[in-house]
């Protein structure tokens, strides 16, 4: 059975021995399910894919929201909403120097930062073997994934690890809500945020399928 809410703090008895009804907090995780300290959600979406996009990211200090952004493209694709979004969560843990866990429900983010990165920067920035075909060597997103390297390479403290998006994770829902407002804002705005939009040429497939499965660890 899914919890009314729960507290920010243990609370005491009243006079009569019964605790008091648990208050709710707008926009809270449950420490108990994510752990103390700070933790931060992004995700990132178009519609259509390519299409309108945004990116959001919303922190969270024991459970309660201390901040959240948003950005929006005027034409992009899902992966570089979620790879911007991702960026912009590294950004703010680096800025505020405490160690920090970044959720993120796109796998295809978690697992090219935590590792495949490091396998596509030892090749030179390509997939793949030697004898590969040029056009299976290319690394969609180039610009974006070498960010990503940058702001981690000598980071310290920052975790980054996957969610289940849409499964009423506070956090993640708060970031896809903020997702959406940049998107909404940006809609009917020829003016695309190119902060860390590159080209992104013939990129439309699902991001958690056809492209996970062709990439070469």
């Known amino acids: 059975m899914k919890k009314p809410g729960w507290k920010k703090y243990k609370a005491a008895s009243d006079l009569f021995g019964r605790p008091p009804e648990p208050k709710i907090y707008p926009h809270m995780v449950d420490p108990t399910q994510y752990g103390r300290g700070l933790q931060i959600f992004c995700d990132g979406a178009a519609e259509p894919n390519p299409g309108v996009g945004g990116w959001g990211v919303a922190v969270y200090l024991d459970g309660v929201e201390i901040h959240s952004e948003h950005g929006g493209f005027a034409y992009t694709t899902n992966n570089i909403a979620e790879l911007t979004g991702l960026i912009m969560a590294i950004r703010w843990a680096k800025v505020d120097g405490r160690p920090a866990t970044i959720q993120c429900d796109s796998q295809y983010c978690v697992n090219g930062a935590n590792q495949w990165r490091h396998g596509w920067k030892a090749r030179g920035w390509k997939r793949g073997g030697p004898n590969s075909r040029p056009e299976n060597s290319e690394i969609k997103n180039l610009d974006l994934w070498q960010a990503i390297d940058a702001e981690l390479t000598g980071a310290k403290g920052i975790t980054i690890q996957w969610c289940k998006g849409h499964a009423g994770i506070v956090g993640n829902e708060r970031a896809d809500e903020l997702s959406n407002i940049g998107m909404r ?31 070469m660890r």
């Open 185 to 215: 804002d940006i809609s009917g705005n020829s003016r695309t945020d190119t902060a860390l939009s590159p080209a992104f040429g013939e990129e439309t497939g699902d991001y958690l399928t056809d492209q996970c499965r062709e990439i």
